[in-house]
């Protein structure tokens, strides 16, 4: 029968071409894994895609100096790489401006915390978490009130 020669021809050749489900499935684990991997690292290297993002470490701790009547009590001060606030009256701190989750500059110091716009992290006014994604605190920066300024350096 040349019909039933030809459907064995046939069948052969699939069965040939088929890969074993093991191969299949270590193929697909590989796959998934370099996936998730080139996903880690693209969004280290582009944290920075959020307008006021910054994903470059700082070479050396930043400094800025800022008048102490720029500094409200209860709030704080974004000025480039450091952040300024004055949790209560006279107690001035320093942070970097590098948020801790994904390297994003620090927005704005409002409603009592120091706001990421990257992914929503809030840090309290000592540069403690308020609220994640970031798990670790602001990195502080020593901080020195000289006349009627805050030196952050």
Known sequence: MPSDDHN???SLRSDQLALPRRTVLVGIGAAAA???AGS???RRTHASAAPGASARPAAKPASATVPTG???VGGGTVLGD?????????DFRG???TCTHAGCTVSDVSGGTINCPCHG???NL???VHTGPAFAPLVPRSVSVQGDSVVVG
């Not at 450091?82 to 006279?90: L, S």
Request: net charge negative; aromatic share 10%; glycine share 10%.
């Open 95 to 97: 942070f970097s401006s």
């Open 121 to 123: 992290s809030k840090f």
């Open 126 to 128: 000592d540069g403690s």
């Open 34 to 36: 370099a996936l998730a």
């Open 40 to 42: 880690a690292l693209f």
């Open 70 to 72: 720029d500094v409200p």
């Open 8 to 10: 064995q021809q046939q």
């Open 82 to 90: 450091v952040v300024v606030t004055q949790p209560t009256g006279g």
